[in-house]
């Protein structure tokens, strides 16, 4: 059995994609799981019954995910921290402060879509900070770092429900301890920017955390817990993300890049970070905020 999960901040939409839906399957279910999404459950493979939800949505502001019923609920999610659980990438404004977030921003742009191995990128762009004070880094969380919308109730509410919880980013130690504090995370890992007397050395400690090693918290961390990676949940948006989508359970492209649209299970470019809750079957009433 399938579970079809729709979500849209358009009700119209909503409505509409459904009545699509139903009309090229046969749905035995559904369920109305909050404002705005709604489970169907539909027999039958699930990579063709993937490709006819997508021809059904089509370019509607809907937002959908195909899997089986059974396991849907992850026990692990690990997440992207820059433009996926906060507002911004962190490094782009530390660039600001610095006076270079125009070649900084370029540079990041570049790295996420995959066109740029991330660890030159990463130097690169930290080598363009050199001599900021340190001062800058509270000013740039203050000024600048939000939590998207919904980042809390998703880590808050699968928390909650005994899931582990990590935030694994590219960027730095400094952001991702207190996002994960705000967001209710358990663990982060990042980078470290050096420092001396007060300033940026314009380095990064080694080895640097990019795309391998974020895979690597994923099997870590199931393995840790008596896992898989088919427990686990894994959301991101650049190509640093991509090795870990692909391999959790469910993978979720976030605002995301093409090439890691392209590759995840499912893809949220419409509603919050609670849609990641209504994939796994959760409903409104169950939200922790």
């Given at each position: 059995?399938?579970?079809?999960?729709?979500?849209?901040?358009?009700?119209?939409?909503?409505?509409?994609?459904?009545?699509?839906?139903?009309?090229?399957?046969t749905?035995?279910?559904?369920?109305?799981?909050?404002?705005?999404?709604?489970?169907?459950?539909?027999?039958?493979?699930?990579?063709?019954?993937?490709?006819?939800?997508?021809?059904?949505?089509?370019?509607?502001?809907?937002?959908?995910?195909?899997?089986?019923v059974?396991?849907?609920?992850?026990?692990l999610?690990?997440?992207?921290?820059?433009?996926?659980?906060?507002?911004?990438?962190?490094?782009?404004?530390?660039?600001?402060?610095?006076?270079?977030?125009?070649?900084?921003?370029?540079?990041?742009?570049?790295?996420?879509?995959?066109?740029l191995?991330?660890?030159?990128?990463?130097?690169e762009r930290?080598?363009?900070?050199?001599?900021?004070?340190?001062?800058?880094?509270?000013?740039c969380?203050?000024?600048?770092?939000?939590?998207?919308?919904?980042?809390?109730?998703l880590?808050?509410?699968?928390?909650?429900?005994?899931?582990?919880?990590?935030?694994?980013?590219?960027g730095?130690?400094?952001?991702?301890?207190?996002?994960a504090?705000?967001?209710?995370?358990?663990?982060?890992?990042?980078?470290?920017?050096?420092?001396?007397?007060?300033?940026?050395?314009?380095?990064?400690?080694?080895?640097?955390?990019?795309?391998?090693?974020?895979l690597?918290?994923?099997?870590?961390?199931?393995?840790?817990?008596?896992?898989?990676?088919?427990?686990?949940l894994?959301?991101?948006?650049?190509?640093?993300?991509?090795?870990?989508?692909?391999?959790?359970?469910?993978g979720?492209?976030?605002?995301?890049?093409?090439?890691?649209?392209?590759?995840?299970?499912a893809?949220?470019?419409?509603?919050?970070?609670?849609?990641?809750?209504?994939?796994?079957?959760?409903?409104?009433?169950?939200?922790?905020?």
């Amino acid at each position: 059995m399938l579970a079809i999960t729709l979500v849209s901040p358009d009700p119209a939409a909503l409505a509409e994609a459904a009545a699509a839906v139903r009309a090229v399957l046969t749905v035995s279910s559904e369920a109305l799981l909050g404002d705005g999404a709604l489970d169907l459950l539909a027999d039958g493979p699930p990579v063709e019954t993937h490709q006819a939800v997508k021809a059904a949505v089509g370019d509607r502001p809907v937002d959908f995910a195909v899997q089986p019923v059974a396991n849907r609920r992850k026990r692990l999610l690990i997440a992207d921290m820059d433009s996926t659980i906060i507002n911004v990438e962190c490094l782009d404004e530390l660039a600001d402060f610095a006076g270079v977030k125009d070649k900084v921003s370029e540079i990041t742009e570049r790295a996420m879509r995959g066109e740029l191995a991330f660890e030159g990128a990463l130097r690169e762009r930290v080598g363009m900070l050199t001599g900021l004070s340190v001062d800058a880094l509270q000013a740039c969380y203050d000024d600048r770092v939000k939590l998207n919308p919904g980042a809390r109730t998703l880590v808050r509410t699968m928390a909650e429900n005994g899931a582990r919880c990590a935030l694994v980013s590219g960027g730095f130690t400094f952001f991702t301890s207190r996002v994960a504090e705000a967001a209710g995370f358990h663990l982060n890992r990042a980078n470290t920017l050096i420092e001396a007397d007060g300033k940026l050395t314009g380095t990064v400690g080694d080895p640097i955390l990019g795309k391998e090693a974020k895979l690597a918290a994923l099997q870590e961390e199931t393995a840790a817990l008596g896992l898989t990676p088919a427990d686990a949940l894994a959301v991101g948006d650049g190509a640093n993300d991509l090795a870990m989508i692909e391999v959790a359970g469910l993978g979720v492209a976030y605002r995301a890049k093409p090439i890691v649209a392209a590759q995840a299970h499912a893809k949220v470019d419409h509603a919050d970070l609670t849609a990641l809750l209504y994939f796994q079957g959760y409903t409104q009433a169950e939200f922790v905020s």
